[in-house]
């Protein structure tokens, strides 16, 4: 798989630079109606795109996820580049990024692959993957600023729509129900092979039951807004038929590669983390240790590991964690809020073995995330059995919904495929069904704390998935994350959406005003909340 990603990433680019050149990036509104396209170029390449560049994007995934959402969610923090999540600093232009390069990229190229393969009877599971697609690309941009351009967005080329205008949330959720449920479907063995697909190389079963826990996913956003759709709308993906093992994880394994902003084959959040010294990188967040602390959690060792901080290269830092705890120097990380260098910690000298000692600062006594999880060419999960799972555990206890088993056979089932897939990482840990029995035993699902043990732990699973964990924890408020603001915070509570961009006030001011009209006060602040996150 990594040799295929380099081997396509020269033609992947060249089906971008077929629709986008000779334009600024940032230009949506000229970029929705660039008359370079291309007249033979295949959508094959379009999807593949778009499914290379959601996890492989640098700056997507360096601000949507390592800057914004795990900081915002209390995963890590600390970093001085991490502020904006951690102590609620705002920044618009970290907070744009998404939408600036989604929409004349990602949703550029899917909009058109859909309607290019939608032309062509041979191109049926061609056509159905890149509804599917389009689907889980506008997920993550509605779930982060709320009402959007949906329907009429990329229609620049086939439509001749200048400036798209906005759709609700809700309209938007409606179609995605719609879309996945046709698309999924659509989709036939015995018709076209898209082999060259990253994430299941055209297997089209595989296809059906991601587009189905896509559904399942998107279908419990509605539990607060609107319990009786979510019901129905869960049911429906679950009788179509989501992840039942890990086999069915969608991954994008990626080449071992440190991205540039133009090379997208590296996992762009490993790489977001690995750019940055060591003393500049993010530790974890306490919330997180405490939580796993307090759970006897079997991850919590692998995960959370101490180095010492010379050389910068994480493939080439020392491993001083075992030598730490064997003198009994307790783990810590950074409260929410802080960073690295507050609440300072005095250096500890360590024996490392034949006779050396070294000196941990401050730093190095900071937990970071291991080594093994932030390699170039780490896995990425979009969705995964383990999160499949606590959603149907979550729903069964909300609703009682038939769901094949009970609210506790799921949750364990999701508790311990998300132990068990750490070993898909190179050099991940393996959790033996003796350590995933030992912590289901100590953790089951209380009577009263059932959905606060659920979704406490699908946040965990979610680590490294910075914009799903953001949304799951504005839907149910698992875990308990306290406020963590100081002197430089802008906002006095965890904000709870972006903002959008000053770029589409100026070049589609009129459409822009109806969304904003429609917020909460009429401002379009951080603070307010999208239409699924209900109060």
């Not at 949507?64 to 920044?91: C, D, H, W």
């Not at 080594?371 to 799972?389: G, L, R, S």
């Amino acid at each position: 798989m990594k040799r295929y990603i380099n081997k396509i990433i020269i033609l992947l680019l060249t089906a971008t630079t077929l629709l986008v050149s000779c334009k600024k990036l940032e230009d949506f509104g000229d970029m929705n109606t660039d008359p370079t396209k291309s007249n033979n170029l295949d959508p094959v390449n379009q999807l593949v795109l778009t499914q290379l560049r959601f996890s492989g994007e640098l700056t997507i995934n360096e601000r949507t996820s390592i800057i914004m959402t795990m900081p915002l969610v209390q995963q890590i923090g600390g970093a001085y580049y991490t502020r904006y999540g951690f102590e609620y600093v705002k920044n618009r232009q970290y907070m744009s990024e998404l939408w600036e390069l989604s929409y004349p990229n990602d949703v550029l190229n899917i909009v058109d692959a859909i309607d290019r393969s939608a032309k062509d009877p041979l191109k049926s599971n061609l056509n159905a993957m890149c509804r599917i697609m389009k689907v889980y690309l506008f997920a993550r941009i509605t779930d982060l600023y709320g009402d959007i351009p949906y329907k009429q967005a990329g229609q620049g080329y086939i439509s001749g729509v200048v400036r798209p205008e906005f759709d609700t949330q809700k309209a938007i959720y409606d179609d995605f129900f719609k879309e996945l449920t046709e698309a999924s479907a659509q989709l036939d063995a015995s018709k076209d092979n898209v082999a060259a697909d990253i994430f299941y190389q055209g297997n089209t079963g595989a296809w059906k039951k991601f587009a189905n826990s896509l559904h399942l996913r998107l279908a419990m956003r509605l539990s607060k807004i609107d319990e009786n759709k979510a019901k129905a709308e869960v049911q429906a993906a679950y009788t179509a038929g989501v992840f039942t093992s890990a086999d069915d994880n969608c991954i994008t394994h990626h080449a071992d590669v440190q991205n540039s902003y133009a090379d997208i084959r590296g996992n762009g959040v490993s790489v977001a983390i690995n750019q940055y010294p060591d003393e500049g990188r993010p530790r974890i967040c306490k919330t997180l240790l405490d939580i796993m602390s307090g759970s006897n959690d079997p991850r919590l060792q692998p995960i959370a590991r101490n180095y010492w901080v010379n050389p910068d290269k994480p493939s080439e830092r020392l491993d001083v964690t075992d030598a730490l705890r064997a003198i009994n120097v307790p783990i810590t990380g950074v409260g929410p809020g802080k960073y690295n260098y507050d609440d300072f910690l005095g250096a500890v000298n360590v024996d490392i073995g034949g006779g050396r000692i070294v000196q941990v600062p401050n730093n190095g006594l900071k937990v970071q995330l291991a080594n093994w999880m932030i390699t170039n060419d780490a896995p990425y999960f979009h969705i995964t059995y383990a999160e499949t799972e606590l959603l149907l555990a979550e729903a069964n206890q909300r609703w009682g919904l038939n769901l094949g088993v009970d609210a506790k056979t799921h949750y364990e089932n999701g508790v311990a495929a998300a132990m068990k897939q750490l070993a898909l990482f190179k050099g991940g840990p393996v959790i033996t069904d003796t350590q995933i029995q030992n912590f289901k035993t100590d953790n089951p699902l209380a009577p009263g704390k059932e959905l606060l043990a659920i979704d406490t732990q699908l946040w965990i699973a979610l680590l490294l998935n910075g914009p799903e964990a953001y949304a799951n924890w504005r839907r149910t408020g698992f875990p308990d994350l306290k406020t963590a603001t100081n002197g430089e915070s802008t906002s006095l509570t965890t904000p709870r959406r972006f903002e959008y961009p000053l770029t589409e006030t100026e070049q589609n001011a009129t459409n822009i005003n109806k969304a904003i009209a429609a917020i909460d006060g009429g401002i379009d602040d951080w603070t307010k909340r999208v239409w699924w996150d209900k109060q």
